[in-house]
């Protein structure tokens, strides 16, 4: 069974940053697809970003505009998400997930592993 741990979440303005993390206990971490999500309460889970195993291939939601950066440590069993230029639209709790595919699709379907999810809240 695979755990995995956010941190990282807060409060911060608009126009800042904040950099989540996500440690997992596996030692197999390379072979897994990562991503992250975020939820509003009322409201289905989103997908926000993936990273193939070896962090070669990347892929964002549309609403990101180059604004988040997905990035991983295999050797640290860790996987980021950079979030700059933060927009009150952004408030929601960030799940990691972690799938079996090397190279995972952005359904949450796809994704077999979740965290306890971490906060993020952006003010005005």
């Known amino acids: 069974q695979v755990q995995l741990v956010e941190s990282g979440g807060g409060l911060v303005q608009a126009g800042g940053s904040l950099r989540l993390s996500c440690a997992a206990s596996t030692r197999t971490f390379s072979t897994y697809g990562m991503g992250w999500f975020r939820q509003v309460p009322g409201e289905e889970r989103e997908f926000v970003s993936a990273i193939s195993w070896n962090g070669l291939s990347l892929s964002y939601a549309p609403f990101v505009k180059g604004r988040f950066t997905i990035s991983r440590d295999n050797a640290k069993n860790t996987v980021y998400l950079q979030m700059n230029s933060l927009e009150p639209e952004d408030t929601a709790v960030y799940y990691c997930?972690?799938?079996?595919?090397?190279?995972?699709?952005?359904?949450?379907?796809?994704?077999?592993?979740w965290g306890q999810g971490t906060q993020v809240t952006v003010s005005l």
């Open positions: 997930a972690g799938s079996k595919l090397s190279l995972p699709e952005s359904s949450a379907n796809f994704f077999e592993y």
